[in-house]
């Protein structure tokens, strides 16, 4: 004779503590991504928008677009560039992507 099968495995439900263990799994997931992803990004836009409030006349720039050039006007959300003698463009502010000297500060090279 054959015994009785079990089909949805041990009897007296075995499997009760699945519903916590999901919910940690996944509370530690969010704390991974946050401290490796999130909480990166966010410094990241905090020293841009700190770096971006403190541009002054006579920083040498870089773009976002490769263009280098000396700033010589900052208005709320344009800057204008000298990018040649007598040579000037506007740019908006959220495309200085990099500080490249101080105004005031020589360079090392």
Same mark, same amino acid.
């Given at each position: 004779?054959?015994?009785? $099968?079990?089909?949805?495995?041990?009897?007296?439900?075995?499997?009760?503590? !699945?519903?916590? &263990?999901?919910?940690?799994?996944?509370?530690?997931?969010?704390?991974?991504?946050?401290?490796?992803?999130?909480?990166?990004?966010?410094?990241?836009? /905090?020293?841009?928008?700190?770096?971006?409030?403190?541009?002054?006349?006579?920083?040498?720039?870089?773009? &976002?677009?490769?263009?280098?050039?000396?700033?010589?006007?900052? $208005?709320?959300?344009?800057?204008?560039?000298?990018?040649?003698? /007598?040579?000037?463009?506007?740019? !908006?502010?959220?495309?200085?992507?990099?500080?490249?000297? /101080?105004?005031?500060?020589?360079? /090392?090279?």
């Amino acid at each position: 004779m054959i015994g009785t $099968a079990y089909a949805m495995g041990m009897p007296g439900g075995v499997g009760a503590g !699945g519903d916590w &263990s999901f919910i940690i799994m996944m509370g530690v997931l969010f704390a991974i991504f946050y401290f490796l992803l999130i909480r990166p990004q966010m410094k990241q836009q /905090k020293e841009h928008k700190d770096m971006l409030a403190n541009l002054i006349h006579g920083d040498l720039v870089m773009t &976002s677009g490769g263009i280098q050039g000396k700033i010589t006007a900052v $208005a709320d959300n344009v800057v204008t560039l000298e990018i040649a003698d /007598k040579v000037r463009i506007k740019v !908006g502010k959220s495309f200085i992507s990099t500080v490249l000297q /101080k105004a005031g500060k020589e360079s /090392k090279e």
